[in-house]
C-alpha cells in the first residue's frame, strides 16, 4: 500500500514540473563570482513578475535584461548572448519599434549598494512557448554597469556586463555556482 502513495506521488510530482512552471529563484553572481542576491521570478496575469534583492553595486542606475543562453562565465558573461528577442524586435522599452521581450527598466542601487526592487516582464512567460523564459536549456538575467538608455541598439548603451544569474529550466541549475574559478584562465582567452 505505501509503495502505491509512493509512486502516485511520484507521478503527481513529475506531472507538476512537466508543465506548470510557475516561479523560478535565480542566484546573482559578480564578475569575480561572488553572490549578490536573488531575483525571483513568477509568473502572473500579465506576465513574469521579478523581484530583486541584491547587494554591492555602484550606487545609481543598472540596465537589466533576460539575454538568450543560460550561460553566465565570469568575469564578462558574453556566454549569455544577446537580449532575448523571439519577435526579432529593436532594442529599448522607449523605441518605437522596439522592445525586446528582454528588456527590463533600469534598476537603481542606493548609497548603499542596495537594491530591493519588483519589476514586470509583460509579454513573457515561464510556460510552454514561444515568449518562454525557459525555453530550450533556459535564459540568463544581466544586469549592466551603466543605465540602458532605451533606445540605443543594440542594448542602450548600458556598458558592461556586471552580473549574471542562470534562469535554468532545469530548476537546480538556477542555484549554481556557475563556473569554477581556477577556470577563468582557459575558458577567457579572447
Ligand atoms: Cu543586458
Ligand atoms: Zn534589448
Known amino acids: 500500500m505505501r509503495s ?6 511520484f507521478l503527481i510530482i513529475t506531472a507538476c514540473q512537466a ?4 516561479s523560478r529563484s ?9 553572490m549578490i542576491g536573488t531575483a525571483q521570478l513568477t509568473e502572473g496575469d500579465g506576465g513574469v513578475d521579478v523581484k530583486l534583492k541584491l547587494e554591492g553595486l555602484e550606487p545609481g542606475y543598472h540596465g537589466i535584461h533576460v539575454h538568450e543562453y543560460p550561460k553566465c562565465d565570469p568575469p564578462d558573461f558574453t ?5 532575448l528577442n523571439p519577435d ?4 529599448g522599452l522607449m523605441h518605437p519599434e522596439g522592445s525586446h521581450l528582454g528588456d527590463l527598466p533600469n534598476i537603481e542601487a542606493d548609497s548603499g549598494g542596495l537594491v530591493d526592487a519588483e519589476l514586470m516582464l509583460p509579454e513573457a512567460t515561464l510556460k510552454d512557448g514561444k515568449k518562454s523564459l525557459l525555453g530550450g536549456e533556459g535564459t540568463s538575467l544581466v544586469i549592466h554597469e551603466n543605465q540602458d538608455d532605451g533606445v540605443s541598439q543594440p ?3 548600458s556598458g558592461a556586463r556586471i552580473a549574471c ?3 535554468a529550466k532545469d530548476e537546480k541549475k538556477s542555484a549554481e555556482t556557475p563556473t569554477d574559478p581556477t577556470e577563468f584562465n582557459e575558458e577567457q582567452e579572447e
Not at 535565480?26 to 561572488?34: F, I, K, L, R
Not at 556566454?79 to 537580449?83: I, K, M, P, Q, R
Open 88 to 91: 526579432g524586435n529593436e532594442h
Open 165 to 167: 544569474g542562470i534562469i
Open 19 to 22: 508543465n506548470d512552471e510557475t
Open 26 to 34: 535565480v542566484d546573482m553572481y559578480n564578475a569575480s563570482g561572488d
Open 4 to 9: 502505491v502513495l509512493l509512486i502516485i506521488l
Open 79 to 83: 556566454t549569455a548572448g544577446s537580449h
Open 155 to 157: 542594448g542602450g548603451e
